[in-house]
């Protein structure tokens, strides 16, 4: 069960006339959104025993794909397409914990931990400094490639558990991607990069339409994966090369 719930929620003001704003403004108070995830059976061991055991950094990927279901859900009803996932950065604090029903539906607690708010993914990231390329990219020494966004949803989806739809976007990356990278042909091993991102191609070609009917096997999804990370490789491959 997924418990939603606004604290500290700000009074919206009527749209009205512009007025004159004070030449030093308070900071303008923001309300936090919180989401429990309860679970709906009751825990088989004692609660301080499980806690002890429990992978924490599993029960925070669990918790945001569920948030992240209800948000898509939510962006697709809505029609917005503004609206968008969370991520475990974005949270300001996280934990894993035991309690009673009416606790835990309160965001309360008898038992719990904190937890760090940077997966491992999103820590390696840290390590290959975007900072670097931002600037790079913003002084015209380094380019954005429509492949990038592309790649970007498909992970997005993957992580999720979206195949169908991450099959679709992988597709249409793997191809914009071969055409794109031509531009950096010859240098560094990028040619080898293409020509295994051209190898991928017809396989990807063909989960996409499997998709176009229904699910795909675990091993089309095994094989996304993998061909996703290939991917991301070739692109920082090719970001590494526009750097120097």
């Not at 968008?84 to 604090?93: D, F, L």
């Not at 009673?100 to 840290?126: F, K, M, Y």
């Not at 380019?143 to 993957?158: F, K, W």
């Not at 992988?170 to 051209?198: F, H, K, M, N, P």
Request: charged share 25%; net charge neutral; hydrophobic share 45%.
């Amino acid at each position: 069960m997924l418990v939603l719930k606004t604290l500290g929620a700000v009074q919206r003001r009527r749209r009205a006339r512009p007025r004159r704003a004070a030449p030093t403004p308070e900071p303008t108070a923001l309300s936090v959104g919180r989401a429990t995830l309860i679970y709906a059976k009751p825990l088989q061991v004692e609660p301080e025993q499980w806690l002890k055991s429990v992978d924490v950094e599993e029960e925070l990927l669990t918790g945001l794909a569920v948030i992240n279901r209800v948000l898509q859900v939510q962006r697709i009803v809505a029609a917005d397409p503004a609206a968008h996932g969370v991520t475990a950065s974005q949270a300001v604090v996280m934990r894993v914990g035991t309690g009673l029903g009416e606790q835990v539906a309160d965001g309360r607690w008898e038992s719990a931990l904190e937890l760090s708010t940077a997966t491992p993914r999103q820590r390696r990231e840290a390590i290959l400094s975007p900072q670097e390329r931002l600037a790079a990219v913003l002084s015209g020494r380094d380019v954005i490639l429509a492949c990038e966004e592309l790649t970007l949803r498909a992970r997005s989806d993957i992580e999720a558990g979206r195949w169908r739809e991450a099959a679709f976007q992988l597709d249409s990356a793997l191809r914009c991607s071969v055409a794109e990278l031509t531009a950096w042909a010859g240098q560094g091993d990028i040619d080898e990069r293409i020509s295994e991102l051209q190898a991928a191609t017809a396989k990807l070609a063909e989960s996409a339409q499997t998709a176009l009917l229904g699910g795909l096997s675990d091993q089309q999804v095994a094989a996304m994966t993998q061909t996703l990370e290939r991917l991301e490789a070739a692109l920082r491959a090719r970001a590494a090369i526009a750097r120097f």
